[in-house]
């Protein structure tokens, strides 16, 4: 497999035609041993086409593509050759799939090897024959793993599971193929383990593994916004102790079923948005470059800093910096708890703590994460930009501090960029790569390269107050805040943004960023962007009694001692008994505390539009390039459900006299380029 026409080996239409047409040959004249292997040194195949799935408007059609991909797997697995799949890169979806129609497979020990089925996440399941294959490699249990989740697995760990036949080296790959091929080809097996083909057992069992897989989304409608989490556990329920043939034809029927649904097609297009950001032209003008960065030093050893030197070890040496040896500990403290959680040694070995300023010339690139003080880091950069290298990139961790303040203390400006990285580091996907007025474009290129290598998809975003995804938080929040002074609950407004699929609400979100940050990034923002922005005097009052959130233990929320939301604060109250409210005269109307409960959805465009509304401000100002990195931002920096396809995209499925009357009657500004949400589809 070798495209010269794309990046990545695809299974698309051309390619499964040649596949077939090299069967036809195959069959006719079958060989001792067949190998499959790829010509491209990271990538083995990507999948199927995805843009053929997302074009598919009939199920009985999408059912019709997976059954050709599935008769192409049993080709070649009934052919009497010993057949090899070497898989070195990227082994996913239908590559796997095919993969395991060979008796062997060789895992190819290599950084980009990974073998997984990631379809879940793209609101589908596997249909060329892996929900059946899988099992029978790997058993049942860890099967329905790795299913259901979508995780990728090493080229030792396939191994290790089962899923391949033995991993090596590259330049082992021939006597391994050899050594494979003396083995014959694979006789069937009947997965394990024995007791879940007893009907009792096997109920037990896939009764918990629903109760686990959707535990998460336990406040959304699952059947309408993740379709394919229960037909895919329906789907493997039946399969147990079933013929192929019909469990074949069940795959095929089920994908047809889900390839059409709403979820599906938005699920591709975020897909396609994390890939645009992947791949947008700073990214590839910036690859060689970053490259180049072995070492990383990180200051701050806090829950942040910690985090991001765990981020920046997955490829690069990282010293963690710190004057206090108490915070030191406790951020090597939260690496190694990093390590244990996911089994990488590697990587917080590759992290060296300091108490001084040892290695700094070594340096490729310099990463802040201290108090969001602007005194405080000008102070720091003007002490660090004396003892690095003179190509050494400087990053500021800062979520809302200006860079150009920044970049104005030092002899050097172009090379300082603002990197913000969103909490907890390790897990948020979205980073945002600020450039200064005075930052070089090319060292603006080589941060959002850098950032891809480390896993992130980066949006560049210009130097403006908030940046993006913090400027339009913050009226969310407010909002959600307004709600609870007009009478409406806690539990009912988070509940209602939870119900809508939001990760968790606006009023537990201001918890977990920390109320005392709440109310300073609402000062900066107002006294920018004007009163829309500014937190409630209450909320101050609020702070300043210790009230601050999760960290405290006490915020709109109680939280146990492990950072678990508990029930609502009574304590809050006190502070809204002295609030007036003035009455509203809008269809947004919340009346006084005694307002009857508004109606979900009445709560969501509350909060949200404020959103929307400040999202298109910030586009027509240029802090964002496209709108379709907008979109990613959302999706990727705060959890906007994806199955809704992202917050233009699920406003852009209104009509449009309606969305300007909803916007007024919350005495919103009229965006002027509301025309921006024709791209991303018109009203149904």
Not at 293 to 318: H, K, L
Not at 519 to 540: D, E, I, K, Q, T
Not at 622 to 636: D, M, S
Request: with cysteine; net charge neutral.
């Amino acid at each position: 497999f070798a495209r010269e026409d794309k990046p990545v080996n695809v299974l698309d239409a051309r390619c499964l035609t040649q596949l077939e047409r090299l069967l036809d040959t195959l069959e006719r004249e079958p060989p001792r041993v067949l190998v499959l292997e790829s010509g491209l040194p990271s990538c083995f195949i990507a999948g199927a086409d995805l843009d053929a799935i997302a074009a598919v408007s009939d199920a009985g059609e999408a059912a019709r593509l997976a059954e050709r991909g599935q008769a192409l797997c049993r080709r070649i697995e009934v052919l009497p050759s010993v057949s090899v799949a070497v898989v070195q890169g990227a082994c996913l979806g239908g590559g796997l799939e095919l993969a395991m129609a060979c008796d062997h497979i060789l895992a190819v020990e290599h950084p980009a090897t990974k073998l997984a089925l990631p379809e879940i996440r793209l609101g589908i399941h596997p249909g060329f024959g892996g929900t059946v294959r899988l099992p029978q490699r790997v058993g049942w249990v860890s099967a329905v793993e790795l299913i259901l989740s979508g995780k990728g697995l090493s080229a030792r760990r396939a191994a290790r599971s089962g899923l391949a036949a033995m991993a090596c080296a590259p330049e082992q790959v021939a006597a391994a193929i050899e050594h494979l091929a003396a083995k014959g080809k694979r006789s069937p097996r009947v997965a394990g383990p024995w007791w879940l083909y007893l009907p009792g057992a096997r109920q037990l069992f896939f009764r918990q593994v629903a109760r686990r897989a959707l535990a998460r989304f336990r406040h959304v409608d699952v059947e309408k916004a993740y379709p394919a989490l229960p037909a895919t556990i329906t789907l493997l329920r039946g399969h147990v102790g079933r013929d192929m043939g019909t469990s074949l034809a069940c795959e095929a029927a089920s994908l047809g079923r889900l390839a059409v649904t709403p979820s599906c097609k938005h699920l591709i297009q975020v897909f396609h948005l994390g890939n645009a950001l992947r791949k947008q032209e700073a990214v590839r003008r910036g690859r060689a470059a970053s490259e180049r960065v072995q070492r990383t030093a990180v200051f701050g050893a806090g829950v942040m800093g910690s985090g991001i030197a765990w981020v920046a070890a997955g490829n690069t040496e990282v010293d963690l910096h710190d004057v206090a040896p108490d915070a030191l500990a406790r951020g090597m403290k939260a690496v190694a708890e990093l390590a244990a959680k996911t089994k990488d040694r590697t990587r917080m070995q590759r992290i060296r703590p300091a108490l001084d300023d040892s290695g700094l010339r070594d340096a490729d690139v310099v990463i802040e994460a201290v108090i969001e003080d602007i005194d405080t880091k000008c102070a720091l950069w003007r002490r660090l930009e004396g003892e690095v290298r003179k190509d050494c990139l400087l990053l500021s961790n800062t979520s809302s501090l200006s860079i150009g303040e920044m970049q104005d203390k030092l002899r050097h400006p172009e090379r300082l960029v603002g990197l913000h990285f969103f909490n907890p580091a390790p897990k948020m996907p979205l980073v945002e790569v600020v450039a200064g007025a005075k930052s070089s474009a090319t060292v603006v290129d080589q941060v959002a390269a850098l950032a891809v290598s480390w896993g992130k998809y980066p949006v560049i975003v210009a130097d403006r107050p908030g940046f993006l995804v913090n400027r339009c938080l913050m009226p969310f929040m407010v909002s959600a805040l307004r709600l609870l002074e007009h009478g409406q609950k806690a539990e009912h407004i988070d509940g209602a943004l939870k119900h809508f699929g939001m990760p968790m609400g606006a009023l537990e979100l201001a918890d977990q960023v920390g109320l005392d940050i709440c109310v300073h990034v609402g000062r900066h923002l107002s006294n920018a962007f004007g009163a829309r922005f500014a937190m409630p005097a209450w909320l101050a009052r609020m702070v300043d009694d210790g009230l601050l959130g999760a960290k405290g233990g006490k915020g709109f929320f109680r939280y146990d001692p492990r950072g678990k939301r508990q029930e609502f604060n009574p304590d809050v109250m006190r502070y809204l008994g002295g609030v007036e409210v003035e009455p509203r005269e809008s269809a947004a109307d919340v009346g006084t505390h005694d307002a009857p409960v508004l109606p979900h959805e009445s709560i969501v465009d509350d909060c949200l539009l404020p959103m929307l509304v400040e999202a298109l401000a910030a586009l027509a100002e240029g802090v964002v390039r496209e709108p379709t990195h907008l979109e990613a931002a959302f999706i990727y920096g705060i959890g906007f459900p994806a199955f809704r396809g992202g917050l233009l995209r699920t406003f852009a499925q209104r009509p449009r006299k309606a969305l300007a009357a909803a916007i007024e009657a919350r005495d919103l500004p009229m965006p002027e380029n509301l025309e921006v949400l024709d791209a991303f589809g018109q009203p149904g």
